[in-house]
C-alpha cells in the first residue's frame, strides 16, 4: 500500500483546480440567487480560448492563459446580457434551467467549431520530482500556486476594494444594498466577469493537466457544486476549502469505494452537507 | 414511412409519460426534479430484469411502477425539506449517482453491457403489425394516465397540491399536512416516470445505463416547459414539438449538404439550447398556458 | 407507397448523396439508387470516432459510383448520427429502414447502439456491420443480418496475453481498463491466459470515464510494482492516463490497443510520453493494396482505428450486392457475404476488381485493408493475425505479427 500522503496530495492537486471554478460558482450563486450550470461550461471555453491563442497565433502558454480569462470573462457578460438580465427577478430555478440551456448552446457551439476530437497544447509533459517518498509534478505545482495567488487576490479584492465591499453588501441583501447607492448591475457585471474569467483560467489548467475536448467542464459539475455547498454558498475561501476537501475525499476514497464510483463521492458529499444544514453551509444568513 | 412515423409516435407516448409525471411535481406542486431520468431508469430496469428472469409481466409492470414510486417517495422525504436551488442539484445528482449503479453493480443490472432479449409482450399474437400493436397500448396508457391525471388536478387533492405551489406557507396556515402532499406528489410522479420506463423498455427489448444520462431529464423539462406546465394539455403537445423539432431536423440535413455531420448534430443541439434559453425569457408560460381557474 | 412517390421523396431527401453520385447517374440515368444507410457516433463518447468512418464510407461509395456503380446502379448514403445513445440510435435506423429504404446500415460503433438496432433490423431485414465488440452483439438469433469486423473480445484477450507472456521479463502484469461493455470480457480473457502461464496480476482496476485526471488510480496501480501496464481504453482517456503515468515517473512497459495509441495519442501526448508503448490490434496489412488505396483515398485515415474497417464494411456490402447481379436487398448481402470475403476465390483489394471478377463469374476472397475480412457463421471475424507495434520516436513501428 503506498502511503496514504500521496493519496492526500492528489486530492490538493484535483481541489486546485476545482477551486476557481467553485469560487466563480459560489459568487455568482450568492450574488444572483441561482446556480448557474453555465459555469462548467465556461472551463471549456476558456480552454479552446488558449488553445487557438497557443496553436493559431503560436502565443506561450502564459500568454493564452491570460488571454482565455479575459475572453472568457467577456463571454460570460455577455451572456448575462443575454440570457440572464431579462430574467433578474424570476425564481432561481427558472434562471437555473435556462443556465442549463446556455450550457448546452456553449458545449455545442464549441463542437460546431473544433468538432470532438480532443486536443492539446504545445507543451512538454514533464516526470514528476521525488520528494519525501511523494511523487509530485512541477505543473501540478504551478497550477496549484497560481490558484491559491488567484484565490488570495480575490479575496482581497472583496475584502479591501469598494467595489469588492459593495458586491458583498449586495450579495447579503440586494434591496438594502440598492437603497444604499450601491450601482446592482454594475456589480453583477464585474462579478460575472470575473467569475468567468476565473472558470476559464481553471479550463487552461484542466487542458494542461488532462486534455482539451467539448465535454471536459461538464465531468466536473458534481464535483464543483459539492466544493461551493460544502464551502458555504458565498464564501470565496470556503469554496476553496471545500474544493480541497472535496478533492481529497474524491483521491482517498478510492481506498475504501471503487475508482467508478469518483463522481458518487462528490454527490454523497452534497448530501451529507445539506442532510445536516438543510438551507447549507451558509444558509442562516440568507 | 408509416412504420417510422408508428415508431416516433410510440416515442413521444413514452415522452409523454415523462412529461406527465414531471408535470405533477413541477407543474401542480412547484417541486424542482432535476432527475427524472432516474425513476424512467428504475421503471425500466426492474420491469426487464424481472421479465428477462422470467417473471410474469403483470408481476413485473407493477412492481416496477412500485420501486420507482418508492424511489420518489424516499428521495422526496429526504431531499424536499431543501431550499429549491440546492433541490436541483440533488436530484440531479441522484440521477448520475442511480446511472453509476447501473453501470457498476453488474451482479444485479448487468452493467455496462445492459439488459437485451427483454420480452416484448403478446409478440407472437400480434406477428407482422406489432408495432401498430404495441403504439396502441403505449397510446392507450397514455391517454388513462391522462384522464387520471386530469380528474386528479380538479380533486382536493389538486387544489391543495396547487395551493402548495402557489404559497406553501398559506396553505400550511390552512392546516394542511403540506410535506405529506409533497411527498405524495413527487412519488406520484416518480411512478409515472416508471411507468414511462416499462414501456421504453420493453419496446426497445434492451436497455443500458447510458440510455439515461442527465440530459434526458432536460429534455423532458424542454418538452413541458414547450408545452406550458400546469396543465396536462401542454406536457403532451410538448412532448410532441420537442420529437418533431428533433426528428425535423434530420430531414434538414438531407438537403442541406454541406455541413459535416458533427457540425449538424452540434446545430442541432445549438437549437435545443436556444428554443429552451427563449422560452424561459420570452414565454415562460409554453404554447398552452394554464388556464386560470380551470377546475 | 408507390415507386413514383418513393422516387420523389428520396431525389427530395437525398441531395447530399446524389451529388456524391452524380457521374454515377449520368452513366446509369435509368437504374435507381441503392440506398445505404450509415450509422456513426457523431455526438457523445463515441464523437472523436464517427466522422472519420463516415468519411471513409464516403470514399468508397465516391468511387464505386465513379466507377459506374452496382451492376450499373449507383449507391445512395444516407447519414445518421445516433449520438452514442441507443434510443437515438433507435430512431435513427427507424428512419433509415422506413424513410430512405436502406438495405444495410454500415459503421455502428457502440455495442449498445448496435444491440439496440439489432431486432428492429432484423425484423425489417436489413444488414448491419459495425465495429461493436461486446460478445452479445453477434450472440441470439439474427439469422446472418448481423456481423463485424471488429474480432470478439475475447479473442483480442487471449491474443494480447499470447503477447505478453512471450515477453519473459513481464513477470507482474496489471490489468487498467476503461468501463465498457468488454472490459471485463477482454480482462477475464488476458488474465486468464497469463495467470495459466504463471504471470502475476498484481492488480485489476475498471476507471470511470470522463474524469479530469486518473492520479489516483496510477497511484493505486504503481503501487503493486508491476512490469507491464495493460491499458484498455479509448483515445481521450488513454492520454490523461498515459499522461499521469508518465508523471508518477513509471519506467516499466505499458501494453494499449492501436485503436487508442494512435497517432492523435502521439500528437496528444507528446512523442517523450508516448516512447516505448506496445500496442497491438487485428493486423491492418500496411503493404496490401487495399490499405494503400484506402490511405490515399481518406486523408489522415490511417490516424483513426476505425476508419480502415469502415472502408471495408461499405466494401464488403458493395461486393455483396454485386454478386447478387439485380436484386439489392439486406437478405442477398447476408447470403453473398461470405462468398466474396472467405475463401476460396481470387484474392482481391478492391471493390473494382471484385466486381470486374464477379462479373466474369469467378469467385473472389476480398482482403482488406483492416485485414483479411473473413467472417464466421455468427457474424464474428475468424481469427486473424494480430500486429505488434511500439512507439519510437513518435511513430508507431510494427515489431511483430502474432497468429493465433
Redesign the interface.
Known amino acids: 500500500m503506498p502511503p496514504i500522503a500521496q493519496y492526500v496530495f492528489n486530492g490538493v492537486v484535483t481541489g486546485g483546480i476545482l477551486a476557481l471554478p467553485a469560487v466563480a460558482f459560489s459568487l455568482l450563486w450568492r450574488l444572483l440567487r441561482f446556480p448557474n450550470f453555465a459555469v462548467s461550461t465556461y472551463l471549456t471555453v476558456g480552454a479552446y480560448v488558449a488553445l487557438v491563442l497557443n496553436h493559431g497565433v503560436r502565443a506561450s502558454i502564459e500568454l493564452a492563459w491570460l488571454g482565455a480569462l479575459v475572453v472568457t470573462g467577456a463571454l460570460a457578460l455577455l451572456v448575462d446580457r443575454i440570457a440572464f438580465r431579462p430574467m433578474r427577478d424570476r425564481r432561481p430555478f427558472s434562471l437555473a434551467i435556462a443556465s442549463i440551456g446556455v450550457a448546452f448552446v456553449l458545449e455545442n457551439v464549441v463542437r460546431f467549431v473544433w468538432g470532438n476530437d480532443f486536443r492539446s497544447y504545445d507543451v512538454p509533459v514533464t516526470r514528476g520530482m521525488s520528494v519525501a517518498g511523494l511523487r509530485i509534478g512541477r505543473d501540478q505545482l504551478l497550477i496549484l500556486g497560481v490558484a491559491v495567488v488567484l484565490m488570495a487576490l480575490a479575496q482581497a479584492f472583496l475584502l479591501r476594494t469598494r467595489l469588492g465591499i459593495a458586491m458583498r453588501a449586495t450579495a447579503d441583501n440586494p434591496r438594502l444594498a440598492a437603497v444604499k447607492g450601491v450601482p446592482t448591475e454594475r456589480v453583477i457585471a464585474l462579478a460575472t466577469l470575473g467569475g468567468g474569467g476565473l472558470a476559464g483560467g481553471a479550463g487552461v489548467f484542466l487542458g494542461l493537466d488532462a486534455s482539451i475536448d467539448p465535454l471536459m467542464g461538464g465531468g466536473l459539475i458534481i464535483s464543483v457544486f459539492a466544493a461551493a455547498i460544502l464551502g458555504g454558498i458565498g464564501s470565496a475561501p470556503g469554496a476553496l476549502a471545500g474544493a480541497l476537501i472535496v478533492g481529497i475525499m474524491e483521491e482517498v476514497g478510492m481506498l475504501v469505494v471503487p475508482p467508478t464510483y469518483k463522481t458518487a463521492i462528490g454527490f454523497t458529499i452534497i448530501l451529507a452537507v445539506l442532510l445536516v444544514r438543510p438551507t447549507g453551509l451558509a444558509g442562516a444568513r440568507s | 414511412?408509416?412504420?417510422?412515423l408508428t415508431?416516433?409516435a410510440t416515442?413521444v407516448g413514452v415522452r409523454a409519460l415523462l412529461t406527465l409525471g414531471l408535470n405533477v411535481q413541477w407543474g401542480l406542486t412547484g417541486l424542482?426534479n432535476l432527475g427524472a431520468v432516474a425513476f424512467f431508469a428504475v421503471g425500466a430496469y426492474t420491469s426487464a430484469l424481472l421479465a428477462v428472469g422470467g417473471a410474469p409481466l403483470v408481476f413485473a409492470w407493477p412492481a416496477a411502477v412500485g420501486l420507482a414510486t418508492a424511489a420518489g417517495a424516499g428521495l422526496a422525504m429526504?431531499?424536499l425539506?431543501?431550499?429549491?436551488?440546492?433541490l436541483?442539484?440533488?436530484t440531479?445528482?441522484?440521477g448520475?449517482?442511480l446511472r453509476?449503479f447501473l453501470?457498476?453493480e453488474?451482479w444485479l443490472t448487468r452493467?455496462?453491457?445492459?439488459v437485451?432479449?427483454i420480452p416484448r409482450p403478446l409478440h407472437a399474437r400480434f406477428a407482422g403489425h406489432y408495432d401498430l400493436f404495441y403504439l396502441a397500448l403505449v397510446l392507450v396508457v397514455v391517454a388513462l394516465v391522462y384522464a387520471a391525471l386530469e380528474r386528479l388536478r380538479r380533486s382536493p387533492f389538486g387544489r391543495v397540491l396547487r395551493a402548495i405551489r402557489e404559497d406553501e406557507i398559506v396553505a400550511a396556515v390552512a392546516g394542511k399536512p403540506v410535506f405529506r402532499f409533497k411527498v405524495q406528489a413527487f412519488a406520484l410522479g416518480a411512478g409515472i416516470a416508471g411507468l414511462a420506463g416499462i414501456l421504453?423498455a420493453h419496446y426497445?427489448?434492451?436497455v443500458?445505463p447510458?440510455?439515461f444520462?442527465p440530459?434526458e431529464s432536460?429534455f423532458v423539462?424542454l418538452a413541458l416547459?414547450l408545452g406550458g406546465s400546469g396543465n396536462n394539455r401542454g406536457a403532451l403537445l410538448g412532448s410532441l414539438v420537442l420529437l418533431g423539432l428533433?426528428?425535423g431536423s434530420?430531414?434538414a440535413?438531407?438537403?442541406i449538404?454541406f455541413l459535416?455531420?458533427?457540425?449538424?448534430?452540434?446545430?442541432q443541439?445549438?437549437l435545443?439550447?436556444?428554443v429552451?434559453?427563449v422560452l424561459?425569457?420570452r414565454r415562460?408560460e409554453g404554447l398552452l398556458p394554464e388556464q386560470p381557474g380551470s377546475d | 407507397m408507390t415507386t413514383m412517390t418513393r422516387r420523389e421523396l428520396l431525389k427530395a431527401s437525398g441531395t447530399a448523396g446524389l451529388v456524391l453520385s452524380a457521374p454515377a447517374i449520368l452513366s446509369a440515368q435509368s437504374k435507381e439508387p441503392i440506398p445505404i444507410g450509415t450509422l456513426c457516433p457523431l455526438t457523445g463518447a463515441g464523437g472523436s470516432y464517427g466522422p472519420d468512418m463516415q468519411r471513409s464510407v464516403v470514399a468508397v461509395v465516391e468511387r464505386i459510383n465513379k466507377a459506374g456503380g452496382i451492376n450499373a446502379r449507383p449507391i445512395q448514403l444516407f447519414h445518421e448520427d445516433d449520438q452514442t445513445n441507443a434510443e437515438a440510435g433507435v430512431r435513427a435506423a427507424r428512419k433509415l429502414i422506413d424513410v430512405n429504404k436502406v438495405v444495410a446500415i454500415v459503421s455502428t460503433w457502440a455495442s449498445a447502439v448496435t444491440l439496440a438496432v439489432k431486432p428492429l433490423c432484423v425484423e425489417a431485414r436489413v444488414f448491419v456491420i459495425g465495429v461493436s465488440g461486446a460478445d452479445s452483439v453477434t450472440q441470439g438469433d439474427h439469422k446472418g443480418y448481423i456481423a463485424r469486423t471488429q474480432p470478439n473480445t475475447n479473442l483480442q484477450g487471449r491474443m494480447y496475453a499470447k503477447f505478453a507472456v512471450s515477453k519473459k521479463e513481464w513477470k507482474r502484469v496489471a490489468y487498467m481498463a476503461l468501463q465498457t461493455p468488454y472490459a471485463q470480457s477482454f480482462g477475464d480473457a488476458f488474465t486468464g491466459v497469463l495467470k495459466a502461464a504463471g504471470v502475476t496480476i498484481t492488480d485489476s482496476l475498471i476507471y470511470e470515464d470522463k474524469k479530469p485526471s486518473y492520479r489516483s488510480e496510477v497511484t493505486r496501480v504503481l503501487a503493486t510494482n508491476p512490469d507491464l501496464i495493460m491499458l484498455e481504453g479509448y483515445t481521450p482517456d488513454s492520454v490523461v492516463m498515459a499522461k499521469d503515468i508518465y508523471r508518477a515517473a513509471y519506467k516499466g512497459a505499458v501494453l494499449a490497443p492501436s485503436f487508442a495509441i494512435n497517432a492523435k495519442f502521439i500528437e496528444g501526448v507528446g512523442a517523450e510520453v508516448a516512447e516505448g508503448i506496445w500496442n497491438m490490434d487485428r493486423a491492418p496489412l500496411f503493404d496490401s493494396p487495399a490499405y494503400k488505396e484506402f490511405s490515399a483515398a481518406v486523408p489522415r485515415g490511417d490516424q483513426s482505428p476505425y476508419a480502415p474497417q469502415a472502408w471495408d464494411q461499405m466494401t464488403l456490402v458493395a461486393l455483396a450486392l454485386a454478386a447478387a447481379k439485380g436484386e439489392a436487398s439486406g437478405t442477398v448481402i447476408k447470403d453473398n457475404l461470405r462468398t466474396v470475403s472467405n475463401p476460396p476465390g481470387t484474392v482481391v483489394y478492391s471493390f473494382a476488381d471484385g466486381a470486374r471478377l464477379l462479373g466474369e463469374g469467378k469467385k473472389i476472397n476480398y482482403e482488406g485493408a483492416s485485414g483479411s475480412c473473413d467472417f464466421d457463421q455468427i457474424g464474428d471475424i475468424l481469427s486473424a493475425p494480430f500486429s505488434v507495434q511500439q512507439v519510437r520516436k513518435g511513430k508507431s513501428e510494427l515489431v511483430m505479427i502474432i497468429n493465433p
Open positions: 414511412m408509416i412504420a417510422y415508431a416516433i416515442l424542482v429526504v431531499a425539506r431543501l431550499r429549491e436551488d440546492y436541483a442539484i440533488v440531479l445528482g441522484f448520475e449517482v453509476l453501470l457498476n453488474a452493467g455496462a453491457n445492459g437485451t432479449a421504453f426497445l427489448a434492451y443500458e447510458n440510455m444520462l440530459q432536460l423539462w416547459i428533433l426528428e434530420r430531414f440535413k438531407d438537403v449538404p459535416t455531420g458533427v457540425r449538424l448534430a452540434a446545430a443541439q445549438i435545443v439550447g436556444v429552451l434559453v424561459m425569457i415562460p
